[in-house]
């Protein structure tokens, strides 16, 4: 599989993790599914103090996985478990052919079982191939400020820069939230037969709209 991001030789692990790695943590449906649609998963590297000599505080690692897929249908699910699974943040490579397309969740250890993650929002790229990469890891200051860069990077155009991952969270949140009510009111006014409720609905469809541009110019600033 391909070389994303080019990292130092001391953060490379290259290690194969078996997909029963995570049968514990599976129900029979979902074992069947790691079966059905991965083909490999690879430990390809590791983040952190002792690999760059850069310090970590509420990020202590950040580990790369890179996941071969047998057929072109997106794993979400199968990504939860391993998140959930294992306690440091992981950066997903998720590939099919010459197409992948990345995914991280940033999570918090579970209040009352040490053996579970708490999945707090997952941010990801659409599907690219090689020549569209755009990402980047940067290796500087510390683990958490790589990682929160990265997130930044993965939350899309416009760009937005946002300096703690509460903050963050919180601009993704709203913006799905509006545009998933914006996808609803097209979804209702392309159904709407009744002329004076379909004006109804256009009005408020371009009251959301101004609303998400709005949040979007207020996140740059």
Not at 16 to 34: G, I
Not at 88 to 106: C, D, E, M, N, Q
């Amino acid at each position: 599989m391909m070389d994303l991001f080019s990292l130092p030789l001391q953060t490379k692990v290259n290690k194969t993790v078996p997909k029963n790695a995570f049968e514990s943590y599976s129900n029979a449906n979902q074992k069947a599914l790691f079966t059905k649609l991965i083909s490999k998963i690879t430990w390809s590297n590791k983040l952190s103090e002792e690999t760059l000599n850069l310090p970590g505080k509420e990020i202590k690692e950040i580990q790369l996985f890179k996941i071969e897929l047998k057929v072109n249908e997106d794993p979400k699910q199968l990504l939860e478990i391993m998140d959930k699974a294992i306690p440091y943040h992981i950066i997903f490579i998720v590939s099919f052919g010459r197409g992948f397309f990345l995914s991280t969740a940033k999570k918090h250890p579970h209040p009352t079982n040490e053996n579970f993650s708490v999945i707090d929002w997952t941010f990801k790229s659409d599907w690219l191939e090689p020549e569209q990469m755009h990402f980047n890891l940067n290796l500087k200051k510390s683990i958490d400020s790589i990682y929160l860069d990265f997130c930044n990077q993965l939350s899309g155009k416009p760009k937005i820069n946002q300096k703690s991952f509460d903050e963050l969270i919180e601009v993704n949140s709203k913006t799905e939230q509006l545009k998933k009510e914006i996808t609803r009111l097209k979804s209702a006014i392309s159904n709407c037969k009744q002329f004076n409720q379909k004006v109804e609905l256009n009005l408020r469809l371009k009251e959301v709209e101004r609303e998400l541009n709005l949040h979007w110019t207020i996140m740059q600033n």
